[in-house]
């Protein structure tokens, strides 16, 4: 196992308020957002009891998986991953069976999981921390450090954002993959929170909205 640890450097970072461009949700008999993921096509989003799948377009739930999840949700071309409690399930979305299990690296305190290059990143929600994981044994490859909680990972272009969410105040933030230094900041409007983010591999992000039950689309900023 090759563990590094990057402890991020202080520096003035550009903020912007988040574009919120539509609102999913709440959804039927559904929680709690505690995780979602893009496919492609669809949204999934973890509900609680439920994994569920909608229609970024129409905004129609179109598949829902009974498994319970409390944080992150990721897939990775073919498959979908779950934080529950203190493991990582791979399920495979068709069936909604458990394929294979690895424990969570943070013990039942990760918040966050997106899947680019081959491996995991999860989020370590109180100690502030995002995990490069091996997906079939759960083993530690490389560990940032940020300098706020973070509630939700994802890779764009190879762009490393995470989400953020303490009190009122929530952002979604681009870091540097080497260092942990924030780059960039978008403000999301007070009270509205981030549980979980993905990109849809173009101009959005999916996020999150925890209690609210809400999945939110965000507009990413364009590069320089």
């Known amino acids: 196992?090759?563990?590094?640890?990057?402890?991020?450097?202080?520096?003035?970072?550009?903020?912007?308020?988040?574009?919120?461009?539509?609102?999913?949700?709440?959804?039927?008999?559904?929680?709690?957002?505690?995780?979602?993921?893009?496919?492609?096509?669809?949204?999934?989003?973890?509900?609680?009891?439920?994994?569920?799948?909608?229609?970024?377009?129409?905004?129609?739930?179109?598949?829902?998986?009974?498994?319970?999840?409390?944080?992150?949700?990721?897939?990775?071309?073919?498959?979908?991953?779950?934080?529950?409690?203190?493991?990582?399930?791979?399920?495979?979305?068709?069936?909604?069976?458990?394929?294979?299990?690895?424990?969570?690296?943070?013990?039942?305190?990760?918040?966050?999981?997106t899947w680019a290059e081959g491996s995991l990143w999860v989020g370590q929600y109180r100690d502030r921390k995002i995990h490069q994981i091996d997906p079939s044994t759960g083993a530690i490859r490389r560990t940032i450090e940020s300098d706020s909680f973070v509630t939700g990972v994802t890779w764009v272009d190879g762009e490393l954002w995470h989400g953020t969410w303490e009190g009122e105040a929530s952002d979604i933030r681009r870091i540097d993959p080497a260092s942990g230094a924030v780059l960039e900041r978008l403000d999301m409007p007070p009270g509205t929170g981030v549980s979980g983010l993905e990109s849809d591999g173009t101009d959005l992000f999916y996020c999150g909205g925890g209690e609210s039950g809400k999945v939110r689309a965000v507009r990413r900023p364009k590069a320089a």
């Open 1 to 113: 196992m090759n563990s590094k640890t990057a402890t991020p450097p202080r520096r003035a970072t550009t903020a912007r308020p988040a574009e919120i461009v539509r609102e999913y949700g709440p959804f039927d008999g559904a929680g709690r957002v505690n995780g979602v993921t893009h496919d492609g096509q669809r949204v999934w989003a973890s509900v609680g009891a439920q994994i569920l799948a909608f229609d970024p377009t129409s905004g129609e739930t179109t598949r829902t998986l009974e498994h319970a999840g409390d944080a992150g949700t990721a897939f990775d071309g073919t498959h979908l991953y779950q934080i529950a409690e203190a493991r990582i399930d791979k399920i495979d979305p068709a069936t909604g069976q458990v394929l294979h299990t690895i424990p969570a690296p943070g013990g039942g305190s990760d918040s966050g999981l």
